[in-house]
């Protein structure tokens, strides 16, 4: 199978900030290409339950959950070179074994892998795009959420968290269009096993509060 192509997806955002740290620099050079996700055989070695978070920033809940569940099989995509060198920092401290790393754009993962592959989705404060302008460039759309039903087991979740009301709104909206899955529990609950991540920190010191939305696949 060839393997799909960035090209016709358009990115938006930064790829990269700040000069990375020189143990950084070793460990994208070193460490990365062992970890990194072929699109070609994206599941290749990877046995058991699956989880995928797209977009983990810094690695803090993907390195996290990767350590509490270590019989648990993780892709974490990212496409910001700096995050990206933090998790693997994170990889390396904690000795995660249960780690694959996707650093480019999510979607032609998402075209890759197969059907009923993961049991868990995480998008976790995504980029809200708040013009409305570029609504169009958020992450929940119709061709995502098809994608994500398409690689989650029946009765696999998808899970959404987010300060920003109106994502939240557009999340529900575009689920609720989508029709193949159905939301439960208490949205003002963080997730089992959860860890507050900076995004998270920023948005309750700003005086935001955040919602974690559960789907679950019909």
């Not at 790829?15 to 740290?21: C, D, F, V, Y």
């Not at 994170?90 to 904690?94: A, D």
């Given at each position: 199978m060839?393997e799909?192509?960035?090209?016709r997806?358009?990115f938006y955002?930064r790829?990269?900030?700040?000069?990375?740290?020189r143990?950084?620099?070793?460990?994208?050079?070193?460490?990365?290409?062992?970890?990194r996700?072929?699109?070609?055989?994206?599941?290749?070695?990877?046995g058991g339950q699956r989880?995928?978070e797209?977009?983990f920033?810094g690695?803090?809940?993907?390195?996290?959950q990767?350590e509490l569940?270590?019989?648990?099989s993780?892709?974490?995509?990212?496409?910001?070179?700096?995050?990206?060198?933090k998790?693997?920092a994170?990889?390396?401290?904690?000795n995660l074994?249960n780690?694959?790393?996707?650093?480019?754009?999510?979607?032609p993962l998402?075209e890759a892998?197969?059907a009923a592959?993961?049991e868990?989705?995480?998008?976790l404060?995504?980029d809200p795009?708040?013009k409305a302008?570029?609504?169009?460039r958020?992450?929940?759309?119709?061709?995502?959420l098809?994608?994500f039903h398409?690689?989650?087991k029946?009765g696999?979740?998808f899970?959404?968290?987010?300060?920003?009301?109106d994502?939240?709104?557009?999340?529900?909206?575009?689920?609720?269009?989508?029709g193949?899955?159905?939301?439960e529990?208490?949205?003002?609950?963080?997730?089992?096993?959860?860890i507050?991540?900076?995004?998270?920190?920023?948005?309750r010191?700003?005086?935001?509060?955040s919602?974690?939305?559960?789907?679950r696949?019909?």
């Open positions: 060839s799909p192509s960035e090209k997806f358009q955002g790829r990269k900030g700040k000069s990375l740290r143990h950084h620099s070793e460990l994208m050079d070193q460490l990365l290409p062992h970890l996700v072929g699109l070609a055989d994206p599941l290749s070695g990877m989880w995928l797209i977009g920033g690695g803090e809940h993907l390195a996290h990767a569940h270590p019989d648990v993780f892709i974490g995509a990212e496409p910001f070179v700096n995050g990206v060198a998790m693997l994170l990889v390396e401290e904690k074994a780690v694959r790393i996707h650093d480019a754009d999510a979607r998402l892998l197969p592959s993961f868990r989705i995480y998008l404060y995504p795009w708040p302008r570029h609504n169009k958020r992450f929940v759309s119709p061709e995502n098809a994608h398409r690689i989650l029946p696999g979740l899970l959404f968290a987010s300060d920003i009301e994502y939240v709104a557009w999340t529900r909206e575009h689920v609720a269009e989508h193949g899955f159905a939301e529990g208490d949205p003002s609950e963080p997730y089992e096993n959860w507050e991540t900076r995004y998270e920190a920023k948005a010191r700003e005086g935001r509060g919602a974690y939305l559960r789907f696949k019909d």
